[in-house]
């Protein structure tokens, strides 16, 4: 995911991004925890898409 892609999204469906990446990553974090997770980067590689949305957020939120 690039930021250049999330910064034009409106802001309703930037949230809905933000709540199924945090269930992605709870999903994620559990599967690790029990070992059944075969590349624990991909934990990493969510952490950043959801940093990348919510400064998409925060940015929009300043413009206005």
């Given at each position: 995911?690039?930021y250049d892609?999330?910064?034009?999204?409106?802001?309703?469906e930037?949230?809905?991004q933000v709540?199924?990446?945090?269930?992605?990553l709870f999903?994620?974090?559990?599967k690790?925890?029990?070992?059944?997770l075969?590349?624990?980067?991909?934990?990493r590689?969510k952490?950043?898409?959801?940093?990348?949305?919510l400064t998409?957020?925060s940015?929009?939120?300043k413009?206005?």
């Open positions: 995911m690039k892609d999330v910064k034009g999204k409106p802001i309703l930037m949230r809905n709540k199924a990446i945090k269930t992605d999903v994620l974090k559990m690790n925890a029990l070992g059944q075969g590349n624990p980067l991909e934990i590689s952490r950043k898409d959801l940093a990348k949305v998409a957020i940015a929009k939120g413009e206005s």
